[in-house]
């Protein structure tokens, strides 16, 4: 059982120390007996929206005027769900993670007509979102993407190729990131792309080594209404990095989820495990690798909590505190299930066996929403400023 020592520290409050209960209580129940399926993920996904969206959970990532639990998107709450779901499946993170981060930027710039219309249906998990920035010739450079949108009356025709996209395919919508003007990262804005709009389509799913829905999409002519803007002309790359200040801390919040359920398959096969007669976990190397991974865990959950209070109860811009909670909780996480993997022996690299599982889970998070190198040169551009 993981430490839950951490759930009394100042800047979690009693509803959210209810809701760890809670969601640790269900997870436990509904979501463990898939913790081993890899098979479809894209229907197992969608199948976990909508658990998720009828157990209440979903009300987390909206705004409470759309049926949320709180009056805006409270950070603490989705890492204390994403770091739960986490410990028993990176799927089940993932499906919630998106339902959140997807129609984010619907909940932050979004008119008042385009929240009635998407953010409820997120709540139930009737409808399930996309966010779509990263394409072939534009990752870590975001703001150098090359997708179109051309003003055509009351409309924009959008053009263009975006890959990596998570729930591509199974999304009923993608906020949809792109050019409006040639002035680099200040001439992107965005739309929400209805996926039945004509001219849209996946090219290809793809295959990654935690899978997950993923793909490529591809927009040839897209017509989308000027209603359907979010923020305005121009302001796309701060209504994708305003998002993305909200999520990068929960991405850490997963990671640590991952490196406690990590620290928990240690603990107790060191203590099970005998070698040279007596428990592995009675020499001192095994104590050392133990602790160096509850620190790392505390480390974490430190710079964690730290940036999601400080965006819930003193600041709206927290693109520092998010960057180093981000890069530290996965950089750490991929160490902490490295020694893991290592204290289990040929048992560790074992296919379907946890601590192997959280191998694959763990190493996307260094790289999605801002590699560990973006996140450096993010921090540093705050403190240069
Ligand atoms: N929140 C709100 N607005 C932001 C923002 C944030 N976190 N980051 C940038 N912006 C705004 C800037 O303030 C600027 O707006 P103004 O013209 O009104 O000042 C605009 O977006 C363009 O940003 P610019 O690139 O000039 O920003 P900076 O000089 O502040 O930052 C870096 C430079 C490299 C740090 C920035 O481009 C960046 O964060 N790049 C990383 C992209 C990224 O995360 N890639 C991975 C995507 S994973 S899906």
Redesign the pocket.
Known sequence: MSDKSYLDWPFLEDHHRELAGLLDAWTEKEIKPFEDDEEDVNALSKKFVRMLGEAGFLQYSVPAEYGGAHKSLDVRSLCICRETLARTTGLADFAFAMQGLGSGAISLFGTSELKAEYLPKVLTGEAIPA?A??EPDA?????NLSSTAVEDGDDYILNGTKT?ISNAGIADFYCMFVRTSDE???GLTCFVLDADTPGFELVESLNVIAPHPLGTIRMTNCRVPKSKMLGKV??G??????N??IFRSTVGAASLGFARRALDEAIARTKERHVFGQPLSGFQFTQGKLADMATEIDASALLIYRAAWTRDCVAD?V?RE?AMAKMYATEAAQVVIDHAVQLFGGMGVLVGTPVERLYREIRAMRI????TD??K??I???LL?
């Open positions: 966010f920035l990263t990752g870590s450079d975001a703001g990596f680099g990262a200040r121009g302001e790359f701060k209504v994708a990095m305003s993305l200040d811009r693109t998010a999605y929403e801002g590699t973006v996140q040169i993010v540093a551009t705050q400023k």
